[in-house]
């Protein structure tokens, strides 16, 4: 049986209620959700996206008062970071409660916990009286999906309902900061930018450049975000795009768009080019290209971000 399509938040949260899979999008991409609070829930995320059980949750909720009651400790940088980035594409790594299943935390002390900011999932998590496990909703080590076409196309017969709520704004998963030993650390960057956090924080924070085989957090492992071909990563690529080598550009500087040439943003806009990212790399792995040459854009903001999921991709 195929996911239904449609656009009604309620129908979305009586389908969670229920113990369901709901596809629900996000200002960065769309998520697969299940009740947080029900195993059954939970580990029907983890089968339909053929994820590892060592790979953790992000637990959203509608508000940090509501989504915070699932973390022990606070420490003020982290409310801090909450009091000015919530709603928006950040998660925050925290010690958790016992309510939460262990299944959700892959046996960890510490839990994700996210206050997303489309107002249709908002809308959803405004109805339901439990946090949300929604990881990307695709299967495990694959592209992202930033539209409900994309979610249909690849869990389309694993998943209940895809609540349809146009492309991602962001279009990159959320950057994740946690606090062990009580510093915060990005340990994964993503849609908001390691400076923006700084600046809330007035002070530089550690990056971990790392992925781990048995991570930390959601989004840490090495080897992801993968469109099935070979990609070279370069500075600027100098040769043209054919039928079987594919070149994917950032800005107009680095030669006219041919027939196999993509470019993630024409006017080197890092914002539109991580709003593209995942759509472009869907092009790739539909286009027959055995492998594709990319440009790597400039290494600041959301730029860090895209790079960090071209790396990946790559391996």
């Known amino acids: 049986m195929r996911a239904i ?12 209620a229920m113990g369901q899979l709901v596809a629900l999008p996000t200002e960065t991409v769309y998520g697969l959700g299940g009740n947080a609070l029900n195993p059954r829930a939970v580990s029907g995320v983890f089968t339909a996206k053929n994820r590892p059980s060592f790979d953790p949750l992000i637990l959203h909720q509608s508000s940090s008062e509501r989504i915070l009651a699932y973390a022990q400790q606070i420490p003020h940088e982290a409310r801090r970071l909450a009091e000015a980035l919530w709603p928006g594409p950040l998660t925050l790594v925290l010690p958790r409660v016992s309510s939460v299943p262990d299944l959700v935390t892959a046996g960890l002390d510490t839990v994700a916990l996210r206050v997303p900011s489309h107002p249709l999932i908002r809308e959803v998590l405004e109805r339901v009286d439990f946090p949300v496990a929604a990881p990307s909703a695709n299967p495990f080590g694959f592209v992202s999906p930033v539209t409900a076409a994309h979610v249909a196309d690849q869990l389309g017969d694993r998943i209940d309902y895809i609540l349809d709520g146009g492309t991602c704004r962001v279009g990159l998963e959320s950057t994740i900061v946690g606090f062990a030993g009580g510093a915060p650390t990005v340990l994964r960057k993503g849609g908001t930018a390691v400076e923006d956090i700084e600046s809330v924080l007035g002070r530089s924070v550690e990056v ?20 099935g071909i070979a990609l070279t990563l370069v500075e ?32 080197g806009d890092l914002e539109e080019a991580a709003r593209n990212l995942f759509t472009v790399l869907r092009r790739l792995a539909a286009g027959g290209y055995r492998s ?13 971000a895209i790079n960090d999921r071209l790396r990946r991709a790559s391996n």
């Open 5 to 16: 399509i449609g656009t009604d938040p309620e129908e979305a949260a009586r389908r969670l």
């Open 208 to 227: 971990r450049t790392l992925s781990s085989s048995r991570p930390t957090a959601p989004g840490m492992l090495v080897s992801h975000y993968s469109p």
């Open 236 to 267: 600027v690529a100098a040769e043209a795009g054919t039928a079987e080598r594919a070149v994917v550009r950032f800005g107009d500087a680095n030669g006219a768009g041919g027939q196999h040439e993509y470019n993630l943003s024409v006017a």
């Open 292 to 304: 594709a040459t990319v440009e790597l854009v400039p290494e600041r903001g959301l730029g860090r």
